[in-house]
């Protein structure tokens, strides 16, 4: 049987969850082996808990929360440090996807808002793991990356845990959104509408002024929220072939890094890359000049064909 196949009854469903349960205690195990592979399995590890969720029946899923807990702890009791911060978070933001495709929210959502808890809960046990077991996660991946020299590596930081959780959320939705069909789930996928979307891009964007004086990483993060509500709205309008709007786009781009270059110089470290925020704001003024112009000229027409 298929490990993507709804189960029914009690036996199905505590033997898939023991299987599931038993894939995360290996992945943790290698995660505290080879801390290298870290990046990957945090990726890998909250498609299990989403999956569980989906195609289980859900009054079981604190049983397959609690017993991975319990067997990733036990297996990596050399170093448990490494079960809190990958398998913990994941259950809790998987539970949380799956109890979002229930209730039908929009796709676009689902990926944010899990990415914006398993952030949270990723970083909530970061001094927990440092006071616990005195391991330090953060200069581990410095390490990995190769930036433990820099000194302003750490206002990104709230930024790259985002980035990390949306990479493990989007290929949850990818793998979960090719399978739900079958188990008479349906993701809400449609069409967003660009004209609300540019309206939050904007706003979104213009609250990174105030961050940059009272708390520059909140701005990066600010910054990376922005850059993921543009790319759905240019996608939007790709998906529709909407070459006036997409003609803009390339000029908006080229305006941007020209006007990167010329202010970068004089921005002072670390907030030069908070000018990327430019190209969201761009972004999002000619969508919506694109959208309230399309209105407009719409009810002209309806009201001559009226008057006609």
């Known amino acids: ?68 807990i319990i067997i990733c702890l036990l297996i990596t009791i050399f170093d448990m440090s490494f079960t809190i911060f990958y398998v913990i978070p994941s259950i809790i933001t998987g539970y949380i996807f799956g109890l979002f495709i229930k209730y039908k929210l929009h796709a676009v959502w689902i990926i944010l808002i899990t990415s914006i808890a398993q952030g949270l809960f990723t970083a909530l046990t970061l001094p927990l793991i440092n006071v616990i077991f005195d391991v330090n996660i953060i200069d581990t991946f410095k390490g990995i990356l190769q930036l433990t020299s820099s000194t302003n590596v750490d206002i990104i930081v709230p930024s790259f845990l985002f980035y990390l959780a949306l990479t493990q959320m989007i290929f949850s939705y990818i793998v979960i959104h090719s399978e739900i069909h079958k188990f008479g789930y349906k993701i809400n996928d449609h069409p967003i509408n660009t004209t609300i979307f540019s309206y939050i891009l904007l706003g979104t964007t ?55 270059a010329l202010l ?45």
């Open 206 to 260: 213009i609250m990174i002024i105030p961050f940059i004086f009272l708390l520059p990483s909140g701005a990066y993060l600010l910054l990376s929220v922005s850059l993921y509500f543009m790319f759905f709205i240019a996608f939007t309008f790709i998906m529709q072939k909407s070459y006036k709007v997409l003609i803009a786009y390339g000029g908006s781009l080229l305006a941007f890094m020209f006007l990167f």
């Open 1 to 68: 049987m298929s490990l993507l196949t709804k189960r029914e009854t009690l036996v199905q469903n505590i033997t898939y969850m023991a299987i599931m349960a038993a894939i995360n205690a290996i992945f943790s195990l290698l995660a505290a082996l080879v801390p290298a592979l870290s990046l990957f399995l945090m990726i890998v590890l909250p498609l299990s808990s989403a999956v569980v969720f989906l195609f289980c029946k859900h009054k079981y899923y604190p049983i397959y929360a609690i017993a991975t």
């Open 264 to 308: 970068y110089p004089i921005i002072s470290s670390p907030f030069g890359l908070l000018l990327t925020g430019l190209l969201p704001v761009l972004i999002a003024l000619i969508s919506l000049a694109n959208n309230l112009l399309f209105n407009r000229q719409a009810k002209d027409k309806m009201i001559s064909t009226g008057k006609e």
